[in-house]
């Protein structure tokens, strides 16, 4: 029996249940770890068995070995859950759900402040199935009800937005999609459900690239969902259907990931807000996009909802994007490269020129700083030889 299933177990601090997941090292001889089961094929003890596969917990290597269903079985303890998905992708864990309820004819609505992948989605795939996409206001709070149609049936939410961080009133636009009939789902993957439960604020999916804090490596791929009750049939039934799942070898490096997760978050939010302190009282800084500062616009809204911060936020410098690519180039510790979430720090020159409405900064150049594991004296000193680069002077 699992940790989760037992009514006489002690809820746990997130600490302890992430060092123990779900698992019982006695079904496996004492080893602590879960083993690796790979597999395709299930035997069944007999022909009425195989006729019954419907009811049975392994069938075929399409519906999960004992190791995903550990990997699934944390996940919905950490989200609290009924039931949790494990795909191949971040992205992954984006699409499946939007093509689990969104259907010919229907309207959907997305923050204009979304992943950029997201918004291609809806354009490539959603846009030729025939259903209708419209972008809000990341602050548009309670008044999403004005947007809702008969035909609504998704509103997705990310919060901390994309690049540029803006926080949603999560309840109020459940709330009011909630009334008009719609399913929301959130991406989650920048605070994890350590610092934000999206389905305790009234959200029916949530959505993780465990590709970033969950793996922390930067040495695999793999999304999650996690449904309440009442959408998590309808989840499964598509991702069956579609035959996507993750491979076991992944999962087990993902929950060997979740067990050092809240250390390394520790780490990466102190060394991150060091950092924003640091760069906010630059002069050639214009503006650092990080919820947690008390300057950041929607601090207040932030402080509401989550319960700690993360290592990604964005630094608008004072300088056109020439400069911006002159600091870049001169970083020698940050790499320059995408995803973030790993024990590496990185840094890109990001792009908003798909955005209608949530546009962003009026002026200066917008760079994305993931800040990793290393010495924050270290990272400082990197981020100093990219501003004097950008000035055109020589780094010291």
């Known amino acids: 029996m699992s940790h989760k299933n037992n009514p006489n177990k002690p809820k746990r601090g997130v600490e302890t249940r992430l060092a123990h997941p779900p698992y019982d090292p006695m079904t496996m001889h004492g080893f602590v770890n879960p083993p690796i089961v790979r597999g395709s094929t299930v035997l069944f003890e007999s022909t009425a068995a195989m006729e019954d596969r419907q009811s049975l917990r392994y069938s075929y290597g399409l519906a999960g070995t004992p190791t995903t269903r550990v990997l699934e079985d944390a996940l919905s303890d950490l989200e609290g859950a009924y039931g949790t998905a494990l795909v191949p992708s971040g992205l992954a864990a984006v699409t499946l759900p939007l093509l689990a309820f969104a259907s010919a004819g229907d309207h959907v609505l997305v923050v204009d402040s979304v992943y950029a992948p997201t918004r291609r989605f809806c354009h490539q795939v959603l ?27 998704v509103v997705f939410l990310e919060t901390p937005a994309s690049n540029t961080f803006e926080i949603q009133d999560v309840r109020a636009i459940c ?12 991406d989650n993957t920048w605070a994890t459900p350590l610092f934000f439960r999206p389905l305790d ?7 993780h690239a465990l590709t970033k804090y969950p793996g922390g490596h930067s040495d695999l791929l793999m999304g999650s969902v996690s449904a309440n009750e009442a959408s998590w049939g309808k989840l499964l039934k598509m991702q069956t259907a579609l035959g996507i799942n993750a491979a076991p070898d992944d999962c087990s490096l993902v929950l060997r990931g979740l067990k050092t997760m809240a250390v390394r978050l520790h780490h990466h939010q102190q060394a991150a807000l060091d950092l924003a302190h ?33 290592g990604l936020f964005g630094v608008v410098v004072d300088g056109d994007r020439d400069a911006a690519r002159r600091f870049l180039d001169a970083l020698e510790i940050f790499g320059l490269g995408y995803s973030w979430g790993g024990h590496e720090s990185l840094a890109v020159l990001v792009d908003l020129s798909d955005r209608t409405i949530a546009k962003g900064p009026d002026r200066g150049s917008l760079l994305r700083l993931q800040i990793g594991l290393e010495n924050v004296g270290d990272l400082q000193a990197d981020l100093e030889r990219g501003f004097a680069a950008m000035a055109g002077g020589d780094a010291q």
Request: proline letters at 4%; zero cysteines.
């Open 175 to 186: 709330d009011a999609a909630h009334a008009g009939g719609a399913v929301t789902m959130l």
């Open 278 to 310: 640091w760069l906010e009282a630059r002069e050639d800084v214009l503006e650092v996009l990080h919820p947690a500062l008390a300057s950041f616009s929607d601090h207040e809204a932030f402080k509401r909802q989550f319960s700690g911060s993360t």
């Open 201 to 207: 604020h009234g959200v029916d999916l949530s959505i």
């Open 127 to 153: 846009k030729r199935m025939g259903v209708t996409v419209e972008y809000y206001d990341p602050h548009i709070g309670s008044d999403i009800a004005g947007l809702m149609r008969p035909e609504t049936s």
